[in-house]
């Protein structure tokens, strides 16, 4: 199992990114997705998680109305929409998906080797 994480890079205070996370691999079901991110000396904090079919979020407070979660279930791929913004989210964003294997009768969480977001004019 894997996840791939894309869409990250470099843009100027107000702009808006999309990152997407594909999950691939001998997969039996995936539970929640999500994105957590990590600024260096800073720990890593939760910005957003979907469940299953999208019917619940989860935001960072601090993050509500910026940005939007949602999941492609056909694609096994989850996305985030960031908009306006600022240099305080500069940060590498790590994608994860809570995921039970094909004949593995276990949930685990995998994880996406992250993609870099640099806010800066």
């Known amino acids: 199992v894997q996840l791939q994480a894309s869409g990250g890079g470099l843009v100027q205070p107000g702009g808006s990114l999309r990152l997407s996370c594909a999950a691939s691999g001998s997969i039996s079901s995936i539970n929640d997705m999500g994105w957590y991110r990590q600024d260096p000396g800073k720990q890593r904090e939760l910005v957003a998680s979907i469940s299953s079919g999208g019917r619940s979020t989860k935001y960072a407070d601090s993050l509500k109305g910026r940005f939007t979660i949602s999941r492609d279930d056909a694609k096994s791929t989850v996305y985030l929409q960031m908009n306006s913004l600022q240099p305080e989210d500069t940060a590498v964003y790590y994608c994860?998906?809570?995921?039970?294997?094909?004949?593995?009768?276990?949930?685990?969480?995998?994880w996406g080797q992250g993609t870099l977001v640099t806010v800066s004019s």
């Open positions: 994860y998906g809570r995921i039970r294997p094909r004949g593995v009768y276990r949930v685990d969480d995998y």
